[in-house]
């Protein structure tokens, strides 16, 4: 813990530029998500055959299954710090974001699950998951979820709502890849996204 409380000490003493590298506000017609293009360009395109995935009044949605899409970051490579923020209302169902993402060869990804009670943080190794830690925490609508990936250290940690819940934990070797990804379940949605680029100035 005295580690942990020293490195965030040392991130506010030091001045933070943060890039960003993705955005999605989801305020286009109402459709499905992947083929579309998000605010900054990139295009949206189905995760693992998923084809679920929608936009509905101006959020992120499922039409009834779990909806998988995924976005590659052009440019990005697996170093320094890579953020993913989205605006989340969880409800009965779950919400996830994905990580590192990378789908050719053996699929691999950092899954961050956020439930109506708890988050869960852990990895995708194959078509495997393995969740590593969770943290019981009671979901709140329009709640903004963080997930921090710092690729020097390869850790992973969790924020909502700019708390911290679950602190940076260490992450296995995997063919991690640059893209990212959202998943909901049927009464799940996210109103916005955002991928960013955290620099130390």
Same mark, same amino acid.
């Given at each position: 813990m005295a580690d942990i409380q020293q490195a965030i000490q040392a991130q506010l003493g030091a001045q933070i530029a943060r890039v960003p590298l993705a955005m999605d506000m989801f305020t286009r017609s109402d459709g499905a998500v992947a083929g579309s293009t998000t605010d900054t360009g990139q295009t949206w395109r189905d995760a693992q055959g998923s084809t679920s995935a929608i936009i509905k009044d101006n959020r992120f949605a499922s039409s009834g299954g779990n909806g998988i899409v995924t976005t590659d970051l052009p440019g990005h490579q697996i170093k320094g710090v890579t953020i993913m923020q989205v605006r989340s209302n969880v409800g009965p169902h779950d919400a996830w974001m994905y990580g590192w993402f990378a789908e050719a060869g053996t699929p691999a990804a950092v899954i961050m699950q956020r439930g109506s009670d708890r988050i869960r943080l852990g990895v995708q190794a194959g078509f @495997?998951?393995?969740? *590593?830690?969770? @943290?019981?925490v009671g979901s709140v609508a329009d709640e903004l979820l963080t997930l921090r990936l710092d690729a020097k @250290?390869?850790?992973?940690?969790?924020?909502?709502?700019?708390?911290?819940?679950?602190?940076?934990? @260490? *992450?296995?070797?995997?063919a991690w890849g640059s893209a990212v990804g959202l998943r909901v379940g049927p009464a799940a949605s996210f109103d916005h996204f955002i991928a960013l680029r955290e620099f130390a100035l």
């Open positions: @495997a998951l393995n969740f *590593m830690t969770e @943290a019981r @250290a390869r850790t992973a940690s969790v924020s909502v709502d700019g708390r911290l819940v679950i602190p940076p934990l @260490a *992450m296995p070797q995997l």
